[in-house]
């Protein structure tokens, strides 16, 4: 038999992304010591969080092992930081910090921008054109051509 062991590439690890969070709720680790049930809990939350859309379009490394590289790239890793320390300050009962929320709000959005998809929606049958449309080719009436049939 067989095993498969997966290995991540790179990214830095998921304590570095922990800690950083835990910098940005004010909790730094050299004035509070955490615990490692406090560290085990946060890394539940990074887990759970990863799993969600945008997320889980970074190719996050899942193990539930701190020391493990995350895989994240690096221009999405203060988005991740920013994230986890919203999630971290809300179960630790802290206030936002108004100097917080607009760098956390941009490195969240550039994420979710580089992430989100535009659905193309083709045009109903029989939409009109509007006034300043040419005809070009073969389109000489009014409306839309029908794409849905291939000409034979």
Same mark, same amino acid.
């Given at each position: 038999?067989?095993?498969?062991?997966?290995?991540?590439?790179?990214?830095?690890?998921?304590?570095?992304?922990?800690?950083?969070?835990?910098?940005?709720? =004010?909790?730094?680790? $050299?004035?509070? %010591?955490?615990? &490692?049930?406090?560290?085990?809990?946060? @890394?539940?939350? @990074?887990?759970?969080?990863?799993?969600?859309?945008?997320?889980?379009?970074?190719?996050?490394?899942?193990?539930?092992?701190?020391?493990?590289?995350? /895989?994240?790239?690096? %221009?999405?890793?203060?988005?991740?930081?920013?994230?986890?320390?919203?999630? @971290?300050?809300?179960?630790?009962?802290?206030?936002?910090?108004?100097?917080?929320?607009?760098?956390?709000?941009?490195?969240? /959005?550039?994420?979710?921008?580089?992430?989100?998809?535009?659905? =193309?929606?083709?045009?109903?049958?029989?939409?009109? =054109?509007?006034?300043?449309?040419?005809? $070009?080719?073969?389109?000489?009436? &009014?409306?839309?051509? %029908?794409?849905?049939?291939?000409?034979?």
């Amino acid at each position: 038999m067989t095993t498969i062991i997966h290995v991540s590439e790179g990214g830095i690890t998921k304590n570095d992304l922990i800690s950083m969070a835990f910098e940005d709720c =004010r909790l730094a680790g $050299y004035d509070f %010591d955490r615990t &490692p049930e406090e560290s085990l809990s946060v @890394l539940r939350l @990074l887990e759970t969080m990863m799993r969600g859309w945008p997320w889980n379009k970074l190719g996050y490394f899942h193990s539930g092992n701190e020391a493990d590289k995350s /895989n994240i790239p690096d %221009d999405a890793t203060e988005g991740v930081v920013k994230a986890l320390a919203l999630r @971290l300050m809300g179960n630790k009962g802290k206030a936002i910090p108004e100097s917080f929320r607009p760098v956390a709000t941009q490195a969240i /959005n550039y994420v979710r921008a580089q992430y989100a998809t535009v659905t =193309r929606i083709p045009y109903a049958q029989a939409t009109v =054109r509007g006034a300043g449309a040419r005809r $070009y080719q073969n389109c000489t009436g &009014p409306f839309f051509p %029908d794409y849905s049939q291939e000409e034979a």
